[in-house]
């Protein structure tokens, strides 16, 4: 096939969900599973890359060639990401991070004593934003944009204020699309604005399809 190789470049993935302790047995979560990012580091390893993926709660298994780090709240994912960006040719965000955490974290469990709860949050930073920011020229960084409205409006808006080189438009409202499904429905959108339409497709294919539009880049 004409596949390009990634011998030689380094990949990092993020997949999965983060999860927001609010007490010692309750946290804030999302219906991610991981099998969008899990597909892209594998098919990333598939194609010779050294790939860590960084990795919410999930109940899947990545290849033994892939360096996991799993990790559970967003500020564990920021650090362990900020970390391995440094010298990562290609990024590919995937996961779900949480956009809030709880302020402060109940010692105790919480007890049903009112009738309504209160519950703080505090905003987590913006991580890919910030990858964004030290990207370097030959870095490539891509995101996804998971919408339940005004799809393509979002998803651009992202793509530019994040620095990315490819934001992966994600309308989690479609049957069989999105979060914790096999199979996806995406818009692939470039720096011109170029956006290329996809069908229902299995999430391992999909995967192809972004790293085959990755290789495209002059970067590699
Ligand atoms: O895991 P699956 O069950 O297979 O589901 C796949 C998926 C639906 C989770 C995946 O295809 C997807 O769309 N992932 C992005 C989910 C998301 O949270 O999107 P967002 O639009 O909220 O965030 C935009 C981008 O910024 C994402 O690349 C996200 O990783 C990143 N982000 C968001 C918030 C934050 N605090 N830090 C970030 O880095």
């Known amino acids: 096939s004409d596949t390009v190789s990634l011998r030689g470049k380094k990949v990092l993935v993020t997949a999965a969900g983060t999860r927001e302790p609010i007490d010692p047995v309750r946290y804030i979560g999302n219906r991610s599973s991981g099998k969008m990012g899990y597909a892209l580091a594998e098919e990333a390893a598939r194609r010779g890359a050294s790939v860590v993926l960084v990795s919410g709660p999930s109940v899947l298994k990545a ?18 990401v900020k970390k391995e960006f440094i010298d990562s040719d290609i990024t590919i965000k995937a996961a779900a991070v949480a956009d809030y955490r709880a302020s402060s974290i109940a010692e105790n469990k919480i007890k049903k004593d009112s009738s309504t709860l209160t519950l703080i949050l505090e905003k987590n930073p913006d991580i890919l934003f910030e990858l964004g920011q030290i990207k370097q020229k030959n870095q490539i960084l891509v995101g996804f944009a998971a919408e339940t409205q005004n799809l393509l409006e979002f998803a651009k808006i992202k793509l530019h204020k994040k620095n990315l080189d490819y934001i992966i438009a994600n309308d ?42 990755i290789t495209t880049l002059p970067k590699i």
């Not at 290849?63 to 362990?80: C, F, N, P, V, W």
């Not at 914790?180 to 399809?209: M, Y």
């Open 63 to 80: 290849s033994d060639g892939i360096r996991l780090i799993k990790i559970e709240t967003a500020m564990q994912m920021r650090e362990a």
């Open 172 to 213: 989690v409202t479609a049957p069989n699309a999105g979060f914790n499904t096999d199979t996806n429905i995406v818009k692939i959108i470039d720096r011109n604005g170029v956006c290329e339409d996809f069908p229902l497709l299995r999430k391992d294919l999909l995967a192809k399809i972004i790293l085959d539009k």
